[in-house]
């Protein structure tokens, strides 16, 4: 092992291979802090070839490699088991914009970019990068690529595999595969970019990608609405489809336990209206036209939704201070919902146009087995994605909290397969969905997942333990 | 093999076992006329039991099979080669919509169903279905996703690959993967549907897909700019993503030459302009406002334009008759080009931003070698896509076609591969690009795409001799 680290050292420097707990801790330890990780080193490749280099170190030595960009997954995907027998692999150092071709509307980054100097890049050349999500300030493009993230850009932008041309990865034999291509048609075989891009670093490293850009709108404006029900907010989003076609750009579901949670947090930003209801959504349009014709064209959107009885009431952000405002409070729910206490979490997707059923039915079957849980119901409906948890009863006691979680857990994935729907929808499978995605896969698709693993990956050298 | 063509009639019935050489000529001749193929049979199974059914069937007697739609590939893909040791398979009988989900904007289709009875269909239930291109009244929707369609309303909405969410495949052991699921977020592993995507049958068969729908736009407005060069119509297409957004539908590019071919074969329909432009680029925006508010904008956005020199004419159509003429002469090139004479055609893509520069270092290169050839360029310039084809010198003999056919592909392949670009966009590798794809791509890559290959379908029964 010794003569391992000697020679990682050769290849990166003595500073770039950690070794001391108090240098190698935060890149261990879970970001939800619920577990720390082992490795024999953490290891800080500063370019791609430095990365081939160290994975073929790696391969010749039978030495488990975990890719990590900034730390900030949510299922364990990014950290080593206990057995400390891997090295961690941070790429964080490759955090080069190696090309802006603003006429192609393309820019070619390095894993280690994070997703806001992505956005602040972009946004500097006049152009629009759109994946936005909560931890944009710390997560990394590479990350968000190997877990195809997700956020609240999807309706309109897609997810970040489709914002992506191209990919420089390097394969578990340590070979740097060259797949860096800025073409928006492409049809000379396989589509090795797609399989990549989601493996959550299973099948190879992402070290660099061509990600789209888009003209930056010129305008925005935010309202939210208040509803009497969840298929009231599925009337709403199919009727606002029709009406401002692909100016809509954001569709959020907020229950109104949730929005209660943020008034506890935020008394400052609420109350929007004068009652509550039981369903809020956040609508968000964005064009190439000048705010006071979009604000006037969405007023009578909105208005006509109103007539129709579609909604209930509606606030229009007036400017770009009540927009952030507005977003706050939908921001807000996930800190306002940890200060509530420990909850059961599910990232599910589904049809939209099933989810006012799966709402009723899932709420029905949690209070038959526990009548005093409490559901928060939020999250980006104009997707079908739902993040859908549960506070277990307000009786039960801390060290039942995961006996209770498997049980929960159980009544709502099961409904989710029945519907055919997703058991994670945008934060990946790591650690804590494996045993979920085995249960709820069929066989040949598991079987199939396998058998490419095992074609490209053959050692099992490549963040083992994941996501399979 | 008589108990193997039992076996199948036995699965399929005497009237979908084809082996008379009248009954299988249609299905065994290529598109282009240049190629006729040999098959134990044709077989037409009428489901997806059936298919699966049938490939076990061949899998047990180790028998290839060449998956076909509606036969209209440009790349000899869909049909066997000569050695009479395939049967073929027609997905043409499974034509059944499952299910329209308007509530979710999606649909679920059976791999033969055509594209045209997709559009109608959507039409009907008031979506719209995005994918377009020349054959859509014969290609099928199965064949498209094999081969990754593109076409004219990629700009928009991507290519076919991009309009799928779910599909059901059946394996080359004769499974049936049931991977049809209508979700817009799902990160449940490994990315399956994507590699069977533009996989050309190499991997599986396409039996059924789930596909996106879209509000329906309320109005589209078309016009026909002249333009002075290349890098116009470039500067154009920045300046008009700007200024239109998601807007902008269409930009497609028309050389001088190929509007004088199809001047030839339609004279009623030009000229549009009263002089000639070494260049002119069909626009087109649609949007869910209503034909008025579009085309003062879009006139508006085209005179800016104008003033800034960016183009040196526009006519712009005055209602969807004028739209369809416009239409009518860029679809009308690929004839107006048979008509002229046999000609080496590529369909390459680039980014946008080179594409001036490329075709100006193309030509220079092409005159060099053969000072008479002419240069019929077109294509999705909005995507990056040319179809940049190659007449002979006029005083070639036909004998001499096929090694000048070989000379023009080194040429303009070698000068896209040197700017990073595709020799394959949208028509994909088949048979005939086979040979450019193992002299352009990686070892590396290479080797991936056949390690994909042995993993899945290891005996090399699923279309061989295609693509790798």
Redesign the interface.
Known sequence: MSEFLDQCRHILGWSHVLTEAHDTHPYLNDWRKRTQGTAIAVLRPGNSQEVAQITQLCHQHRIPIVPQGGNTGLVQGGIPDQTGTAVLLSLRRLNRVRQI??????MTVEAGCTLQQLQTLADQA?CFFPLSLASEGSCTIGGNLS??A?GTA?L?Y??A??LCLGLEVV?PQG?L????????????????K??Y???EGS?GIITAAVVKLF???NSRVTALVALNSASAA?ALL?RM???????LCAFELISEYSLELVQQLLPELTPIFQENFPYYTLLEVA??ENFDTLQTQFQEHLETCLQDELLSDVAIAMNEKQSADFWKIRESISEAQAKQGRNVKHDI??????IPQFIERAQTALHQQFPSSRLVCFG?LG???LHFNVYPPTDSKAEEFEMIETRINRCVHDLVHRF??????????GVL?REE?QRY??E??LR??R??????DPLNLMNPGK??
Do not use: C, F
């Open positions: 071709d603003v006429a192609n509307l393309t006049n877990t195809n997700g999807v309109r897609g997810n595999r489709d394969t070979e595969w060259d797949g860096l291509r800025s073409l928006r048609k492409d049809n000379t075989g396989y589509d090795l797609n399989l891009i989601g493996a099948l003209p930056k709108p599925l199919n489809q029709n009406l401002s076609g692909t100016n064009s190439h997707s589904l049809p939209s146009s099933i980006h997707d079908g994605n055919n729907g997703s058991i994670s929808a945008e934060h990946g499978i969905k995605l896969a069929s040949l698709e199939l997942m058998q490419i693993k095992a074609a490209l996501l399979l």
